[in-house]
């Protein structure tokens, strides 16, 4: 076989398993926050060959062979798996998640480590509880070694572990699951406005939800269908609705949640898991705790990109084409000026 019909081979292979229409919402998250279960960064851990084997491989976007490989029933997975890893490892770990509660759906957490960049293990909570040695040797998704500071993985972001490592999660299932993602903003103090004394300024919408179980979640579907972003639940199930004027206010201290013996307690500032609590409101009238709706209402649900450009959005309202070669704007409506040169010439041939 000649060289350059070993290359026209290998073009047609490239574009044969390059499904652009198949991977165009393969995004759907952006970070952990979004992935509907609560998702907590425990820290790096050594992984041996024997560790390996009290651990159950759930998905694998490495090995096309392996009976846990996601390509088939993932669309996420994909040849830009190491150009996009930014975006694609937070949805490879929510697919691991929503795999493991499907497999056992009367669980209510897990253990999972994510390793060698594309792997994801279900590890059992006795093993877990053996593990002893934490490493250095987890990376980011800019492929940087991570830096174990509390700080650094408080936040929500995704780790890996490399060859012997795993990035350690632990995965709590939610009570109630909302399509509707939102994550904590700060506790504010509302202003009452000047031609309003009951109003509270930047408020847009006020629904009483008294009879629903699913407050914040019903109230971020509410505030985005309403064409806004931030809301808070009130002490008396109101869902308030915002406009980004909220973010303005005063700060308050007074927001509470109920912990686990049903006292109230105030809310933190940061989160020790990577899911705001779903119950934390104003201990007053005036004190709102504010959460801002981040994905739901995709503009990519509209199909805005052209000429099989691929579209990804983290917010209700905006969203981003990536243009395959030759096209450009910001629906990849462009046809690139020098593609139109390069037909030009050959059709004078």
Sequence with gaps: MSKLTLLFVLVVSIILCSDATKHSARYKVKSLDQCGHDVAPIGCASHSDDDRKKSDLILTGRDVHSKCYNDKEHTH???????????????????????????????????IGIGYYAECWSISKEHFNGIKDFSRQCIKTNFHKLIPLQSKIGKCSSFSGQDGTLFVYKVTKQQYSCKQFYVQRKCKKAELDETNGVKPKGIQKIINLKNDNKLHCTCSEEAVKAGYRFFSVDHLSRCMIWDESVMELKSSDHCYHSNTNGLKAQCTKGRSSCKSSTACNGLTQNDHQIYEAVQGAFECEKNPCKNNGVCSSNRPFSFECKCPHGFSGKHCETVDETDDDEDCDSDDE
């Design 77 to 111: 997975v994909n040849d830009d798996l190491w150009t996009d890893y930014e975006e694609w490892l937070p949805n490879f770990i929510c697919q691991c998640t929503n795999e493991l509660f499907k497999k056992n759906p009367g669980s209510q957490s897990f253990y």
